[in-house]
């Protein structure tokens, strides 16, 4: 009897044995899908730029949390504003989880205002987050143009203000603070890179231009500290969010007088808040997806991820999580009215009555 009694617990044990085996061997398969496995990270940079050392300073402590730590390889495809990398990954890439895009913030802006060569379907990609998501522009002009207030602003006719190129942010931003404030037909002056800007202003080529608080805190303290510049406004991304030091400015919002032109300033802001995305293909496996974003908010929230990026890029990170760029981009303003004026602001020639 006794036998027979330890024969049947011996039969039972087995038997929860391999019941517990069948529930958890799916959770251990998922666990081990990346183990021994290579993760390509597929950028629309160029190697070696800021972009890509945003990137290097957030894919160690991401291949931490990610199970199984898989091998992590680079791969290259400029082109089109970020257009080219988020075709190919839309149409061209395995959806198998093992290959990651990461594109420019010209990955939603693109799609949004429907640009020539945009294949890939904004709201199909799958969204992993950014590690950054917070941006502020200013309006400044050199002291000695005399310029001090709004209204001498307003008054001066012809003001020029630098750019990179036709079409860059800071064209865009730099008209639309035109714009908004109100300057009698200001001239965009292209063709300046970032810190050719600073010389030409320092010299009286040009009277004003846009920049990042951070960049002008850095690069011209010099300037800041003899009073040759003078801010004029600010552009909050997000909105509401203030920077030390510039949060008496009128934000950007202050001089919109319409509801059209404040669902303007809204996509802008939208469009600059995603950052720049890691993006999976439509068609991922649930169980991929789930260990990537779980890999990336840890990594987000991973003070060694903070620690590196700063070092590494010379800033704070201000992370976006997968499900908050989801949403984001749920919500972005897509109003045919405001691509249409947004797109005739970012134009050459003359800014578009108000």
């Not at 709004?150 to 714009?179: D, T």
């Not at 991820?305 to 989801?326: A, D, R, S, W």
């Amino acid at each position: 009897m006794l036998l027979t009694n330890s024969n049947c617990w011996r039969s039972l044990t087995l038997t929860l044995l391999l019941i517990i085996c069948w529930l958890a061997s799916p959770a251990l398969s998922q666990a081990q899908f990346y183990q021994g496995k290579t993760l390509t990270i597929l950028q629309s940079s160029d190697p070696g730029d800021t972009s890509d050392t945003m990137v290097r300073a957030t894919i160690p402590v991401l291949r931490k949390h990610i199970p199984g730590e898989p091998t992590i390889a680079y791969q290259y495809m400029p082109g089109g504003g970020g257009t080219k990398a988020a075709n190919h990954i839309f149409h061209n890439t395995k959806p198998d989880g093992l290959t990651i895009g990461r594109i420019g913030g010209g990955l939603v802006a693109n799609a949004a205002l429907k640009e020539a060569g945009v294949l890939y379907d904004l709201d199909k990609l799958i969204y992993l987050g950014s590690a950054h998501s917070t941006y502020h522009w200013v309006f400044i002009t050199r002291r000695d143009a005399g310029f001090g207030t709004l209204e001498a602003l307003r008054q001066a006719p012809g003001i020029r203000i630098g750019a990179q190129a036709v079409g860059h942010s800071n064209y865009f931003v730099g008209r639309l603070f035109a714009w908004l404030i109100g300057l009698k037909e200001p001239k965009m002056l292209v063709g300046y890179s970032g810190n050719e800007q600073d010389i030409a202003l320092a010299r009286g080529e040009i009277d004003g231009r846009v920049n990042n608080p951070d960049t002008l805190v850095r690069r011209n303290a010099d300037m800041l500290a003899k009073g040759m510049i003078d801010i004029h406004a600010i552009m909050e991304v997000p909105r509401g969010l203030k920077q030390s030091g510039f949060d008496r400015l009128p934000e950007i919002d202050e001089f919109a007088k319409t509801a059209r032109e404040r669902r303007l300033t809204s996509m802008v802001r939208a469009f600059r808040q995603v950052g720049s995305p890691y993006i999976l293909p439509p068609g991922t496996p649930v169980e991929q997806l789930k260990l990537l974003r779980q890999a990336f908010s840890k990594t987000f929230s991973d003070p060694e991820f903070h620690k590196e990026y700063k070092k590494m890029v010379g800033e704070e990170p201000t992370p976006i999580l997968p499900e908050e760029m989801e949403k984001l981009v749920k919500d972005l303003p897509r109003d045919p009215e405001i691509i249409d004026l947004f797109k005739r602001i970012n134009a050459a020639g003359p800014l578009p009555p108000r």
